[in-house]
Nanobody, 125 residues
C-alpha cells in the first residue's frame, strides 16, 4: 500500500496563495487517480480536487474552481495543489488520497485508498 505525506500547509491571509504537496512512497502512483479532500472544523470531510493518472484531466469542487490547480510530477511521485485567492472558508485540514474512484456522487475513496496525515491550512480574514 502506498504511503502519503502532505506538506506545505500554514497560515495565509485572505487573497493569498499556498502550495501544498503530497509525496508518495511504497509504490508508484502513476496509475492512480489522486486527489485532495479537506475538513473544516465541525464539518464533514469534502472533496476538493482530483487528477487523472496521466495528469491530463483535473476535477474540482465548484467552491474552488478557478482558484485551485492540481498537478502531479510522475518522476517525483508527488501531487500538488496550488491554492490562489484563498478565502477564510478554505480553512481546514487538507488530506491527500489515492487511488480514488468515480461514483455517481463524485470522486470517492474505496477500502484500499491510502490517506495522508493531513496538513493544516488557515486563512485569516
Amino acid at each position: 500500500q502506498v504511503q502519503l505525506v502532505e506538506s506545505g500547509g500554514g497560515l495565509v491571509q485572505a487573497g493569498g496563495g499556498l502550495r501544498i504537496s503530497c509525496a508518495a512512497s511504497g509504490r508508484t502512483i502513476s496509475d492512480y487517480v489522486m486527489g485532495w479532500f479537506r475538513q473544516a472544523p465541525g464539518k464533514e470531510r469534502e472533496f476538493v480536487s482530483a487528477i487523472s493518472w496521466s495528469g491530463g484531466t483535473a476535477y474540482y469542487a465548484d467552491s474552488v474552481k478557478g482558484r485551485f490547480t492540481i498537478s502531479r510530477d510522475l518522476a517525483k511521485n508527488t501531487v500538488y495543489l496550488q491554492m490562489n485567492s484563498l478565502k477564510p472558508d478554505d480553512t481546514g485540514v487538507y488530506y491527500c488520497a489515492g487511488p480514488l474512484f468515480w461514483r455517481p456522487t463524485g470522486w470517492d475513496a474505496v477500502p484500499n485508498t491510502s490517506w495522508g496525515q493531513g496538513t493544516q491550512v488557515v486563512v485569516s480574514s
